[in-house]
């Protein structure tokens, strides 16, 4: 005899049709709220459990339907400074794929620029109301321990990285801690002696201080290599000051950043090439285009997770902030490139 519970059984119990209880457990607009949770209420008490099998079949045959316009989300970009967010690759990269996941799914994602529309939180809460939009996704902040403060309560929300303070939303970024490590161990193969990390304390800070936590566990379990302190350049000094301050102390052969800096031509002013005389690797590495050596942090994929989560959420009904804040962490890949080279013998150093 076969025990499970079925929809038509939890249709005669509520008293409705099973087509009903279908849309209610999948928390379908055509079904009022009182009534969803009703028979969502219902089929917990009864025990009900979707047939695995079913459901596989369904997806399927969702896989071979052409996908229909279901509703849009937002991408609100706060950026109001010097700097544009999506001309940073990585959060580009983020944008883009967030875009594609959205598109095979059947949701437009549209862009809210505050420096562009001047909203106001309030204002934006109101437009989003009015245009029936419930699904966000909060992208990196400008400067780490930002709040926008929405009315949460109404939407389903996802956010990029660390910079959004408090975190209690839901959060995809990549396994920083992880590629710190992943460009560590390729380093130390790849024969360098002195690694060197040169990193702005506002990133370090956007990553939760992950970047600065796997160099020194790095450094706790491998004191056979020589490792230096870290250059944290603290908002508001010049980086050239930084790095020729730091570098005259410690005499690094390799520089590993997250940030465009150093570049070639501030460390050409210091009398140094790149790779001959210093190696330069990059913790957030652009793309197949990029020369440079470094972690390619998965940045469309991480656009990808954002999407299937939030949809997820949509579907489930889930609004506010969360009980318990889920981290979903994409783990990076080295890409070797033209800033590093193997090392068989230890460089002179320029000269003071």
């Given at each position: 005899m076969n025990s499970r519970v079925t929809l038509r059984d939890i249709a005669e119990v509520a008293n409705v049709h099973y087509s009903s209880v279908s849309l209610a457990l999948r928390d379908h607009p055509r079904v009022s709220a009182p009534v969803r949770e009703k028979i969502k209420k219902l089929a917990q008490e009864m025990g009900y459990v979707p047939d695995p099998a079913l459901s596989a079949l369904n997806a399927y045959r969702k896989t071979k339907l052409p996908v229909h316009y279901k509703s849009t989300l937002a991408w609100i970009d706060t950026w109001t400074g010097k700097y544009e967010l999506r001309d940073q690759p990585t959060f580009n990269e983020y944008f883009e794929g967030a875009l594609e996941r959205a598109r095979q799914l059947g949701y437009t994602l549209e862009e809210f620029k505050l420096r562009d529309s001047k909203l106001s939180p309030k204002r934006l809460t109101q437009v989003l109301n009015s245009r029936g939009i419930v699904g966000i996704l909060l992208p990196p902040q400008e400067s780490p321990r930002n709040r926008l403060d929405l009315d949460y309560t109404q939407f389903s929300t996802v956010t990029f990285g660390y910079s959004i303070t408090p975190h209690v939303f839901h959060?995809?970024?990549?396994?920083?801690?992880?590629?710190?490590?992943?460009?560590?161990?390729?380093?130390?193969?790849?024969?360098?002696?002195?690694?060197?990390?040169?990193?702005?304390?506002?990133?370090?800070?956007?990553?939760?201080?992950?970047?600065?936590?796997s160099y020194w566990s790095f450094q706790q379990h491998h004191p056979e290599h020589s490792f230096l302190p870290a250059c944290i350049v603290p908002d508001g000094k010049s980086d050239r000051e930084a790095l020729a301050e730091w570098y005259d102390q410690y005499k690094p052969d390799v520089?590993?950043?997250?940030?465009?800096?150093?570049?070639?031509?501030?460390?050409?002013?210091?009398?140094?090439?790149?790779?001959?005389?210093i190696g330069c690797a990059w913790l957030s590495q652009s793309g197949e285009k990029d020369h440079r050596a470094g972690i390619d942090q998965k940045g469309q994929i991480i656009g990808q997770t954002a999407i299937d989560f939030l949809v997820g959420m949509l579907q489930r009904g889930e609004r506010g902030i969360p009980e318990t804040p889920i981290r979903m962490l994409v783990e990076g890949s080295w890409r070797p490139g033209k800033t590093i080279a193997p090392q068989s013998k230890p460089k002179a150093r320029r000269k003071k």
């Open positions: 959060l995809v970024t990549n396994h920083q801690y992880h590629s710190m490590s992943l460009a560590l161990e390729e380093l130390t193969r790849l024969g360098y002696q002195r690694i060197g990390v040169y990193l702005h304390d506002y990133v370090d800070s956007k990553t939760d201080n992950a970047y600065t936590s520089i590993l950043s997250d940030t465009d800096e150093p570049t070639k031509e501030m460390l050409a002013d210091m009398g140094l090439r790149v790779p001959e005389d």
